[in-house]
């Protein structure tokens, strides 16, 4: 990563990497453009959601909700996929769906340009490396950057849309989020056609449906899903950036106190860490055992190839992720599903869940394909700290200690032939 020092704590950097508040965390985390102009074209507002344009978002998915159910949109689209095009019709208001149709467009080119210009500002902030806040501690809430699991975020909206959004830290997100599907739940009659589903009762959990209504909720618990999921792995870059810059400008500063050469009855003891809060604990552990700081060495390393993992696969490099195409053949299979449930045996509910999983499996069959040369299972392809600690032989026991209540990945005490030049 570029690294240029930002000295100045009075004047703010022209492209910042990130901020964090009451209401959440955002980032000009990379993003890949046309992955935030589908989303979009799923839903008007989802994209820019997606790019962490939130404010956007918002005003475009309540715009996209009422005027997409005054014109009926949703009731049309299922009644032509269904072959009957003289009632869908009949049902579209023809007013509304022309007023619909620029926004949506709007919505799509918009976030996909968007797109473009974030990840020339994540360019730019890499360059100019400014420093930003770790921490916000104020009355409403105290609101940490900190590692998460993705896979946590995803599976919570996978159970309610909007516990992710809340578990990563994006309160308002969070927020908003449950509201939209509380209510929209509500208004398509979902609860009783799920009851009406499980029990096997599938004509009267079809006839208890509200169609216009209904046919939203597949692509939003599909976003929901992955907005989580890609939300936190964005989150947790933005802890790896911070602490990369912490510990470069401590480097700096220790350089010209650090002495390279070994006295008699030392040792030096290497290690690697993941980026988390254990780096930091460690260093001020050792220098409170009395390790001078300038003999503590605390690095991040640096990749020198980005490969795409199917678990945790969105990394700081280009934003890209094997999810991106699962989530896309998750979001069309289920609402093929949920249109077609009507008229099948089953029901929307059961058919909507199983073009989810079945659209799901089928897209990364298909990453996994296209992509087989570039891809791991579950290793991190993100950059460790490494740590080379110099201290008196008396302390080696208690350093070795400290590394594993640490959480170190790993240490290495160098043998006494491997000394520095003098």
Same mark, same amino acid.
């Given at each position: 990563?570029?690294?240029?020092?930002?000295?100045?704590?009075?004047?703010?950097?022209?492209?910042?990497?990130?901020?964090?508040?009451?209401?959440?965390?955002?980032?000009?985390?990379?993003?890949?453009?046309?992955?935030?102009?589908?989303?979009?074209?799923?839903?008007?507002?989802?994209?820019?959601?997606?790019?962490?344009?939130?404010?956007?978002?918002?005003?475009?998915?309540?715009?996209?909700?009422?005027?997409?159910?005054?014109?009926?949109?949703?009731?049309?689209?299922?009644?032509?996929?269904?072959?009957?095009?003289?009632?869908?019709?009949?049902?579209?208001?023809?007013?509304?769906?022309?007023?619909?149709?620029?926004?949506?467009?709007?919505?799509?080119?918009?976030?996909?340009?968007?797109?473009?210009?974030?990840?020339?500002?994540?360019?730019?902030?890499?360059?100019?490396?400014?420093?930003?806040?770790?921490?916000?501690?104020?009355?409403?809430?105290?609101?940490?950057?900190?590692?998460?699991?993705?896979?946590?975020?995803?599976?919570?909206?996978?159970?309610?849309?909007?516990?992710?959004?809340?578990?990563?830290?994006?309160?308002?997100?969070?927020?908003?989020?449950?509201?939209?599907?509380?209510?929209?739940?509500?208004?398509?009659?979902?609860?009783?056609?799920?009851?009406?589903?499980?029990? !096997?009762?599938?004509?009267?959990?079809? =006839?208890? #449906?509200?169609?216009?209504?209904?046919?939203? *909720?597949?692509?939003? /618990?599909? $976003?929901?899903?992955?907005?989580?999921?890609?939300?936190?792995?964005?989150?947790?870059?933005?802890?790896?950036?911070?602490?990369?810059?912490?510990?470069?400008?401590?480097?700096?500063?220790?350089?010209?106190?650090?002495?390279?050469?070994?006295?008699?009855?030392?040792?030096?003891?290497?290690?690697?860490?993941?980026?988390?809060?254990?780096?930091?604990?460690?260093?001020?552990?050792?220098?409170?055992?009395?390790?001078?700081?300038?003999?503590?060495?605390?690095?991040?390393?640096?990749?020198?190839?980005?490969?795409?993992?199917?678990?945790?696969?969105?990394?700081?490099?280009? !934003?890209?992720?094997?999810?991106?195409? =699962?989530? #896309?053949?998750?979001?069309?299979?289920?609402? *093929?599903?949920?249109? /077609?449930? $009507?008229?099948?045996?089953?029901?929307?509910?059961?058919?909507?869940?199983?073009?989810?999983?079945?659209?799901?499996?089928?897209?990364?069959?298909?990453?996994?394909?296209?992509?087989?040369?570039?891809?791991?299972?579950?290793?991190?392809?993100?950059?460790?700290?490494?740590?080379?600690?110099?201290?008196?032989?008396?302390?080696?026991?208690?350093?070795?200690?400290?590394?594993?209540?640490?959480?170190?990945?790993?240490?290495?005490?160098?043998?006494?032939?491997?000394?520095?030049?003098?």
């Amino acid at each position: 990563m570029p690294h240029q020092k930002f000295e100045s704590a009075t004047i703010k950097p022209r492209y910042s990497k990130g901020a964090i508040s009451s209401f959440g965390s955002n980032s000009v985390y990379p993003r890949i453009p046309w992955v935030a102009a589908w989303w979009s074209f799923t839903f008007p507002g989802f994209g820019h959601m997606f790019l962490g344009k939130h404010l956007h978002g918002f005003m475009l998915i309540i715009w996209g909700i009422v005027v997409n159910t005054q014109a009926n949109l949703n009731l049309g689209i299922a009644l032509s996929m269904l072959g009957k095009f003289e009632e869908a019709k009949d049902v579209i208001n023809e007013d509304w769906i022309l007023l619909y149709m620029a926004v949506y467009i709007y919505s799509i080119w918009d976030s996909y340009r968007s797109a473009v210009e974030i990840n020339k500002s994540h360019i730019l902030s890499e360059v100019e490396d400014a420093p930003m806040t770790p921490s916000v501690i104020n009355f409403l809430d105290v609101v940490l950057l900190e590692k998460k699991k993705p896979i946590l975020g995803a599976v919570w909206s996978f159970l309610t849309p909007g516990l992710g959004q809340l578990y990563g830290g994006a309160t308002a997100v969070g927020t908003f989020v449950l509201a939209w599907w509380i209510f929209v739940t509500y208004k398509a009659g979902t609860i009783g056609a799920w009851f009406y589903s499980f029990i !096997g009762d599938f004509s009267t959990a079809s =006839a208890n #449906v509200d169609w216009q209504w209904f046919l939203f *909720l597949p692509s939003m /618990y599909a $976003f929901a899903i992955y907005q989580a999921y890609s939300s936190v792995v964005a989150n947790n870059a933005l802890y790896d950036i911070e602490q990369i810059r912490f510990l470069r400008v401590r480097d700096e500063r220790l350089t010209l106190q650090r002495q390279n050469k070994m006295n008699d009855g030392t040792v030096q003891i290497v290690a690697t860490f993941e980026h988390s809060p254990f780096v930091e604990m460690f260093i001020h552990d050792i220098e409170t055992i009395g390790v001078p700081s300038e003999n503590i060495v605390a690095l991040p390393l640096e990749n020198l190839e980005s490969q795409t993992q199917i678990i945790d696969s969105l990394h700081r490099v280009d !934003g890209r992720s094997v999810l991106d195409g =699962a989530m #896309v053949s998750a979001t069309i299979i289920m609402l *093929l599903g949920t249109i /077609y449930g $009507f008229v099948w045996k089953w029901g929307p509910v059961i058919w909507g869940l199983i073009g989810l999983v079945g659209g799901f499996s089928l897209g990364l069959i298909i990453e996994l394909v296209l992509q087989k040369k570039k891809i791991k299972v579950f290793e991190s392809g993100k950059s460790e700290v490494f740590m080379q600690v110099t201290c008196p032989a008396s302390m080696q026991k208690h350093l070795i200690k400290v590394l594993r209540a640490r959480k170190a990945k790993g240490y290495l005490v160098l043998p006494q032939r491997i000394t520095p030049d003098t």
